[in-house]
């Protein structure tokens, strides 16, 4: 049986990426010509804002203050959860040496980053989520230097709690700073910060182009679209529940995918009369964002059986996939593509977004094809060293040798033999080519 599409999405969601990367590619030009000066004409410009480019332990405090002992209580628990599920993370990765031959010992080593730049939006949205998943990751890491960076609200200046949130995680420095001109900063060491090493954390499409072009620069943990969220779900699941999760992801923004794969056609027409009904009692601009997204960008589909289902949802590759299907465990060890899963309606996207410790800064537009989330291997270089014995060394500088002048590279071929020549002075080496 074919995919059936009761509701095929019109746009892709896909920002227009032409004149986005002529305005990023512009303003990086300046700022990286006209240093500390240029970054702040940028930040007055966009933010609006002329309080403290770097905030002081005091402007800290202060921001402190404002947050309330509920707020800070729930901020604490999500962080500590974000950060034991981060330390497990850093125990399954360790140093290591082992003899590869006789006389011959390689090892590797786990090196955090020195210097980490953490972006925390806070547009529409103050993303305190985001603080805590990138500062806390890059902590436990044990990254020397973490910068958080958020975008000030006008006048007010950075969202007390994101302060608040990144102070406790462990920030050394928050930049009140937005968009391209805080990415650069970070990147070029500008106020005083030290040259990140990282830029991590989710932003709009002048953020995302930002690190884009950056990269190679300095390293990033991801290049991000708009968010994405697929539901899997046979016709056995709450349609409520599916239909309130679809909308409670639409909701970030207008071009945000939600996609529904069913068995079921009675659940799948059930969830799309109930979707458009939930939309319009949400208030504001989340109504409006999560209109636009169910209009343009949502798709419902009917697969003949959960193996067809699966492979719908693999094709897709969605940044949050959750499943609300009979047998848990057959879609844990079948599916393959997604940045973070949720298995069963006891849990959703949106815990996982705030609170449960799994990271929420992941592969959008079909990279968790590739690449997962953000965690704390993200801030770790894994290298590798190695030393040997004379004799241990002997077999390996012969295979060079040979190899080496196969290849044509004589040199490569020399730092082998001159080795052998000088430990074995009485012994015939056959070092030419073999072909």
């Not at 125990?91 to 003899?99: G, I, K, L, Q, R």
């Not at 060293?385 to 077999?395: L, P």
């Given at each position: ?301 009917v697969c003949a059986d959960r193996e067809e289902m699966a492979a719908c949802s693999d094709e897709y590759a969605p940044e949050h996939l959750t499943v609300q299907a009979a047998d848990l465990d057959w879609w844990l060890n079948r599916l393959t593509c997604y940045g973070s899963l949720f298995l069963g309606e006891e849990t959703t996207v949106s815990y996982g977004d705030k609170a449960s410790g799994t990271n929420h800064v992941l592969p ?72």
């Amino acid at each position: 049986m074919a995919r059936t599409y009761l509701k095929k999405a019109p746009r892709t969601a896909q920002t227009d990426a032409t004149e986005t990367q002529g305005i990023v590619r512009g303003i990086l030009t300046e700022i990286r010509e006209g240093g500390d000066a240029k970054a702040q004409e940028y930040a007055d410009k966009f933010d609006n804002y002329s309080g403290p480019t770097l905030l002081t332990q005091d402007d800290i405090d202060a921001a402190s203050v404002k947050v309330s002992q509920k707020l800070k209580d729930d901020i604490q628990f999500a962080h500590d959860n974000v950060r034991r599920f981060a330390e497990a993370q850093k125990a399954s990765s360790s140093d290591f040496e082992m003899e590869i031959q006789p006389g011959l010992i390689a090892g590797q080593r786990i090196i955090p980053v020195n210097a980490a730049g953490c972006y925390a939006p806070g547009g529409r949205y103050s993303h305190v989520a985001s603080a805590m998943m990138t500062v806390t990751t890059a902590s436990v890491a044990g990254v020397q230097h973490i910068t958080a960076c958020s975008p000030p609200q006008g006048e007010e200046g950075v969202s007390p709690a994101i302060i608040y949130a990144a102070n406790l995680c462990g920030a050394h420095k928050i930049l009140s700073m937005g968009g391209v001109q805080g990415v650069a900063a970070m990147t070029y060491g500008l106020f005083g910060l030290p040259k990140a090493d990282i830029i991590v954390g989710p932003g709009n499409q002048f953020v995302a182009e930002a690190k884009r072009q950056l990269f190679g620069q300095v390293g990033i943990d991801m290049i991000a679209g708009p968010t994405d969220s697929l539901i899997l779900a046979d016709g056995n699941a709450d349609a409520e529940i599916v239909a309130v999760d679809l909308v409670s992801q639409a909701e970030h923004g207008y071009n945000s995918p939600v996609w529904l794969v069913t068995d079921s056609t009675d659940l799948a027409q059930k969830v799309m009369t109930r979707v458009p009904e939930l939309i319009e009692d949400l208030p504001g601009l989340n109504r409006d964002n999560a209109f636009a997204a169910w209009r343009d960008y949502a798709e419902v589909i009917v697969c003949a059986d959960r193996e067809e289902m699966a492979a719908c949802s693999d094709e897709y590759a969605p940044e949050h996939l959750t499943v609300q299907a009979a047998d848990l465990d057959w879609w844990l060890n079948r599916l393959t593509c997604y940045g973070s899963l949720f298995l069963g309606e006891e849990t959703t996207v949106s815990y996982g977004d705030k609170a449960s410790g799994t990271n929420h800064v992941l592969p959008t537009s079909g990279s968790a094809r590739y690449t997962g989330g953000l965690s704390v291997h993200k801030y770790m270089k894994t290298v590798t060293w190695q030393r040997a014995t004379r004799d241990g060394a002997k077999r390996v500088a012969e295979a060079t040798a040979r190899i080496s002048r196969l290849e044509g590279m004589e040199g490569h071929a020399r730092a082998a033999d001159v080795r052998l020549h000088k430990y074995f002075p009485t012994e015939n080496f056959d070092l030419s080519a073999q072909d």
